[in-house]
């Protein structure tokens, strides 16, 4: 049998690569987890769509609530609707995800950002929460 | 003179081996290979969970075994008179021929296409002879009906 | 290798896990950045963006390349344990894709997925079963056929082949079968996909409806859009592969039952046996991350924390493929003949153009969540 067994899979069985890919997932999401929310001390928001930046709402050494606005953005939104594809230019505005302090402005009202790229807001979250 | 036969499912490769051996009074040794590389045959199959690859290789490597000891009896019904004796091993079906092939054979001795195993997807005969040590008789084999 | 400790088994991952690793690094980092300022037949980036070449058909494509050309077929001795561990970097990022979906989310979706997938599935392996009937096939191989196109390829098959006692040269067959028509599709979809001005959710639709191998919907799904993201050809693409997945156990008892049903000797055939030895297990972790996701455990939507886990899960995925690439056998598959090639051909093709209909005549293009 172990002849037949041997090396099948860099586990023992599947059943055991299975057991080990669910543990290993677990432990990847933990330390992400744990990581954003006691290791880094701050967090820079970046530009999540490409768009114009059309409004700041903090002020730098502000402190803000989960929930409060930070920033919108002028974006084109794309939707499926009754199977035509819709493109509106639309003010969209992003939250803050976490308590925490606003430690920098960089983006500037006018500013054409791209998704992922430019820094626009740098914050600070509270110890033991998700920015 | 000493000879290698190569065992798949052709039975001309038998007959002209032992037909060789006989007219030049050699040793014949068969060498039967069962298949190991029917893991990474289907190493692709990456959403296969928990038993599934596992209940497949087991069921391989038993039809592999009675394929071996089926092919055993027909080679010592065969072969009788003449000296030699029947190898199996488990492994890479080229890599194991060629690695017999190197113990100091004259002549290597199989059909052509090579079906053992899973060689019936590669090409044996050019894997085979990549650095032979010996000349090789290659036996067409028979079309399958 | 049965002799090495713990520290020998991790050292010999490392040489073939530092070529997956490092492939992919390079391809995101700097080729496909560089590929996406190239302007050809003036279009700037029309390598990424007209012919889907991303980072993952990429990393698929140079894990074939390795296989094939660099290492002359097979892997060698030095590199195999690193390459083993593909299945459990995609198993990893399957898990992971759990974190794109909330229960309701899935309800929503779940239905007309498990509607599709339950029609497709025995439709397909029924279609089959008759099929090799008509073609004079051996009733062990319209089994594993109708197995391997009706649920998900590869695994289905290799699932079904010992209940039914298949021939190992009629199951090499039918792999190489199944492999061919799978990689053909996960090329090819993308640009039918652009070409129809397909949505993500009718794209992820079709693709897990329509292609045989569960392994190669992910790849077509990320090879039209290679975002990780709710809403994204991928999201929904796997939540058909995950209903897929389960319902094998279900498929290899019906088709056991079917082959023995008709056979002088007699095999008792029970489902429970089967769900407990065939149930894949790491679809548990896939609910778990899910639960997670739906206990808003991993951070709020478009926060910074979860676009670390789907940007982990990115390179998971991606690695994973690398060595997807290199268990690709080109020569193996151009073997491919016989009855389960033209059972292949006719129930895969059937299957993949009857989803493309059916997906845009019934599937609306704005997706459910």
Redesign the interface.
């Known amino acids: 049998m172990?002849d037949k067994k041997?090396?099948l899979?860099?586990?023992k069985t599947d059943?055991h690569?299975?057991?080990?890919?669910?543990i290993?997932?677990?432990i990847?999401?933990a330390i992400?987890?744990i990581?954003?929310?006691f290791v880094v001390p701050s967090?820079n928001?970046n530009a999540?769509q490409d768009g114009k930046l059309t409004e700041v709402f903090v002020a730098e050494g502000a402190t803000v609530k989960k929930g409060d606005k930070l920033y919108s953005l002028e974006v084109v939104k794309k939707?499926?609707?009754d199977?035509?594809?819709e493109e509106k230019h639309v003010i969209q505005e992003?939250?803050a995800?976490?308590n925490g302090k606003v430690l920098k402005i960089a983006g500037k009202i006018g500013d054409k950002v791209k998704k992922d790229k430019g820094l626009i807001i740098q914050l600070s979250h509270q110890r033991g929460t998700?920015? | 003179m000493k000879i290698l036969l190569a065992l798949d499912d052709n039975p001309r490769s038998l007959a002209e081996a032992l037909r060789l051996a006989r007219e030049r009074g050699a040793t014949l040794n068969a060498l039967f290979v069962i298949?190991s590389t029917?893991e990474?045959?289907?190493?692709?199959?990456?959403?296969?969970?928990?038993?599934?690859?596992i209940?497949?290789l087991?069921?391989?490597h038993t039809?592999?075994e009675e394929t071996a000891a089926a092919t055993a009896i027909a080679f010592k019904k065969e072969v009788e008179g003449i000296p030699g004796e029947l190898l199996t091993v488990t492994g890479?079906v080229a890599e194991e021929i060629r690695r017999e092939a190197e113990k100091g054979y004259d002549l290597l001795v199989m059909s052509s296409p090579f079906?053992r195993?899973?060689e019936?997807?590669?090409?044996t005969v050019a894997r085979v002879t990549k650095k032979l040590p010996c000349d090789i008789f290659l036996v067409k084999a028979e079309p399958k009906k | 290798?049965?002799d090495k400790n713990i520290f020998g088994?991790l050292l010999a991952?490392v040489p073939g896990l530092a070529i997956m690793v490092g492939t992919l690094f390079v391809l995101r980092v700097y080729v496909e950045p560089w590929m996406s300022q190239v302007t050809l037949f003036g279009y700037k980036g029309w390598l990424v963006k007209v012919m889907s070449l991303n980072y993952i058909v990429m990393s698929i494509l140079l894990g074939m390349f390795y296989r094939n050309v660099l290492f002359g077929?097979?892997?060698p001795g030095w590199a195999e344990?690193g390459?083993?561990?593909?299945?459990?970097f995609?198993?990893?990022g399957?898990?992971?894709l759990g974190?794109l979906y909330t229960f309701d989310k899935l309800l929503k979706v779940g239905g007309v997925a498990i509607t599709l997938i339950v029609a497709f599935v025995f439709g397909t392996a029924i279609f089959i079963l008759w099929l090799g009937k008509r073609l004079n096939a051996d009733r062990s191989v319209s089994s594993v056929m109708a197995a391997a196109c009706g649920v998900?390829?590869?695994?289905?098959s290799?699932?079904t082949?010992?209940g039914v006692r298949a021939?190992?040269?009629d199951?090499?067959l039918c792999?190489?079968t199944i492999?061919g028509f799978g990689i053909a599709s996960m090329f090819v979809s993308p640009y039918i996909g652009k070409l129809l001005?397909m949505?993500d959710?009718q794209f992820g639709a079709w693709v897990g409806t329509g292609i045989l191998?569960?392994?190669q919907v992910l790849a077509t799904c990320l090879a039209f859009n290679p975002i990780f993201a709710p809403g994204t050809a991928v999201a929904y693409g796997e939540i058909w592969?995950v209903v897929r997945?389960i319902s094998?156990p279900f498929v290899v008892f019906f088709i056991t039952a079917w082959y023995w049903k008709n056979e002088a000797a007699v095999e008792r055939v029970s489902l429970s046996s089967i769900i407990a030895?065939?149930?894949?297990?790491?679809?548990?972790?896939f609910v778990?991350?899910t639960a997670?996701s739906s206990l808003h455990?991993?951070?709020?939507e478009?926060?910074?924390?979860l676009r670390?886990?789907r940007e982990?899960m990115a390179w998971?995925f991606g690695v994973?493929l690398v060595g997807?690439g290199a268990?690709?056998?080109v020569?193996?598959i151009k073997?491919a003949g016989g009855t389960p090639l033209k059972i292949g051909l006719i129930a895969g093709l059937l299957k993949y153009l009857l989803a493309l209909i059916i997906i845009l005549a019934f599937i609306?293009?704005?997706?459910a969540f």
């Open positions: 172990s041997k090396s899979t860099v586990f059943r690569e299975d057991i080990a890919a669910i290993a997932s677990a990847i999401v992400v987890l990581y954003m929310a967090v928001l999540q939707k499926w609707k199977n035509v594809m992003f939250t995800k976490a998700l920015p | 298949d029917w990474m045959f289907t190493g692709h199959d990456w959403l296969s969970g928990c038993n599934s690859r209940g497949f087991e069921y391989m039809t592999e890479d079906t195993g899973l019936m997807m590669r090409d | 290798m049965e088994k991952i077929g097979k892997i344990d390459f083993r561990t593909t299945r459990l995609i198993k990893i399957v898990i992971m974190s998900c390829g590869v695994s289905a290799v699932a082949a010992p021939k190992p040269v199951l090499a792999i190489a492999l001005n949505s959710y191998n569960s392994g592969n997945v094998i030895s065939k149930f894949p297990i790491f679809v548990i972790g778990g991350m997670l455990i991993l951070g709020a478009g926060s910074e924390t670390v886990i982990v998971v994973g997807l268990y690709i056998d020569r193996e073997a609306p293009k704005e997706g």
